[in-house]
């Protein structure tokens, strides 16, 4: 069983700059990747980055250049710089990770409870 907690959400001015984090604990082994969601009201919940076990990352289009994906292995935290905000950036995050627990082979994806972002004047 592991636990992801994500911080970091709140009301931000367009153009202003977050940085959500998200932290697993629990029974985990090794983690493969983890990522980052979002979902706004009445959309689909869509990827917004997602970063490797090897630190291999990825955006989607309408992020990319403006938030980052990192992480802190020793912490087992992933973390999203979100830069240049825009009123479409609204969502709840959510944090996503796959992890093997007890074996080698066998992979679990687990989520957060996800925090809210909004971006406002």
């Known amino acids: 069983q592991v636990q992801l907690v994500e911080s970091g959400g709140g009301l931000v001015q367009p153009g202003g700059s977050l940085r959500l984090s998200c932290a697993a604990s629990g029974s985990i082994f090794s983690i493969n990747a983890m990522g980052w969601y979002r979902q706004a009201p009445g959309k689909q919940r869509e990827l917004v980055a997602h970063?490797?076990?090897?630190?291999?990352?990825d955006y989607a289009d309408s992020v990319r250049g403006r938030f980052t994906i990192s992480r802190d292995n020793a912490k087992n935290t992933v973390y999203l710089q979100m830069n240049n905000l825009r009123p479409e950036d609204t969502a709840v995050y959510y944090c996503?990770?796959?992890?093997?627990?007890?074996?080698?082979?066998?992979?679990?994806?687990?989520w957060g409870q996800g925090t809210q972002v909004t971006v406002s004047s």
């Open positions: 970063i490797t076990s090897g630190g291999i990352t």
């Open positions: 996503k990770g796959w992890f093997r627990e007890d074996s080698g082979y066998s992979v679990s994806d687990y």
